[in-house]
């Protein structure tokens, strides 16, 4: 079966640190890898998207950066942390027809 | 823009009540998907519904399609308080790789 593993589960970070969350997927290959953060009660909004190694779509200019350096690995960066960046994130990756989520990061700026 | 959007925002009934959540989509599909989130965790696919389909069920969960109107429906029967969650849809990525999601619905049910 396809899994994501995707890490720390939480995380507090300072203002203007650095960040790198990264995600891993078992059970299939050559998936699509999506971030998204969700704001609390709220719905996903997509952050990023790769369809393949290095192939990085951006949805949303902002203060993140996505990279895909191998098939099944997918990293949410940034080099400099806002305190708007705080929020849950999440990991997914899509198979043949449905897609599967990792248990998410939630991350606090601070 | 959104994809697929969830209606109500927020529903709260009773245990034993039905659920039912609505979703609206913009463009042709080939499948609608429905997902649930607990409560600070990842989603979990629900159920899938093709195109050509107009009905689905699974266990306590019925799922319509109208592509003429672009809408589909979960319906929930006989909640439970551990349906509390939240729903939400999502349309096939094959033709631009996206994966979307509306704002969903976030349902309680009360014991």
């Known amino acids: 079966s396809q899994t994501i593993h995707q890490w720390p589960a939480t995380l507090v970070q300072p203002v203007g640190s650095p960040l790198s969350l990264e995600c891993t997927v078992e059970?299939?290959?050559?998936?699509?890898l999506y971030w998204y953060r969700q704001a609390a009660g709220r719905g996903l909004q997509l952050l990023f998207y790769s369809v393949g190694i290095g192939q990085i779509s951006s949805e949303v200019p902002q203060n993140l950066s996505a990279s895909r350096p191998q098939d099944r690995q997918f990293i949410l960066s940034s080099k400099k942390l806002l305190l708007s960046d705080s929020g849950f994130y999440l990991c997914a990756g899509t198979g043949v027809t449905e897609a599967f989520f990792g248990q998410g990061t939630r991350l606090t700026v601070v | 823009s959104q994809q697929g959007e969830e209606d109500p925002q927020a529903l709260s009934i009773q245990e034993g009540e039905n659920a039912t959540m609505n979703c609206s989509y913009k463009?042709?599909?080939?499948?609608l998907q429905w997902y649930r989130q607990n409560s600070g965790r990842g989603l979990v696919h629900l159920i899938l519904?093709?195109?050509?389909?107009r009905e689905k069920h699974s266990g306590r969960l019925r799922v319509t399609l109208d592509t003429s109107k672009k809408s589909s429906s979960l319906l929930i029967t006989a909640s439970r308080a551990a349906d509390t969650a939240s729903y939400f849809c999502a349309t096939d990525w094959s033709n631009t790789g996206k994966l979307i999601f509306g704002q969903g619905t976030t349902l309680q049910v009360k014991p």
């Open positions: 463009t042709s599909i080939n499948n």
């Open positions: 059970g299939t290959s050559n998936p699509n």
């Open positions: 519904i093709r195109s050509n389909e």
